[in-house]
Nanobody, 122 residues
Framework: QVQVVESGGGLVQAGGSLRLSCVVSGSVFSVTSMGWYHQAPGKQRELVASITSGGGVTNYADSVKGRFAISRDNAKNTVYLQMNSLKPDDTAVYFC???????????????WGQGTQVTVSS
């Protein structure tokens, strides 16, 4: 049993900041990568940022480079997304994705959180 829970969304004015958190718990053997995606109404879900095991390799969508920062706390099984200089176009539901194994040499599974709403006002 694996649980992925996001938090930290809310309403913020343009130019403001939010910090999203995603905690994974349960029968986790090894987390290989974690990422944040967002989905606006009528749009496809898109990758915002990702981070690999060890926290040394990150990837960002061009639209958020220089504004967002992804980080990971392995001891807490948590990934964060620090969002600065927020724009109205950032408004979306943000989903946490975790790729992990539940046993040694086992298959890799992908888990999604329920999503957290981020709304940026003009």
């Amino acid at each position: 049993q694996v649980q992925v829970v996001e938090s930290g969304g809310g309403l913020v004015q343009a130019g403001g900041s939010l910090r999203l958190s995603c905690v994974v718990s349960g029968s986790v053997f090894s987390v290989t990568s974690m990422g944040w995606y967002h989905q606006a109404p009528g749009k496809q879900r898109e990758l915002v940022a990702s981070i690999t095991s060890g926290g040394g390799v990150t990837n960002y969508a061009d639209s958020v480079k220089g504004r967002f920062a992804i980080s990971r706390d392995n001891a807490k099984n948590t990934v964060y997304l620090q969002m600065n200089s927020l724009k109205p176009d950032d408004t979306a539901v943000y989903f946490c994705n975790v790729q992990l194994t539940t046993r040694y040499a086992g298959p890799t599974y992908s888990y999604w959180g329920q999503g957290t709403q981020v709304t940026v006002s003009s």
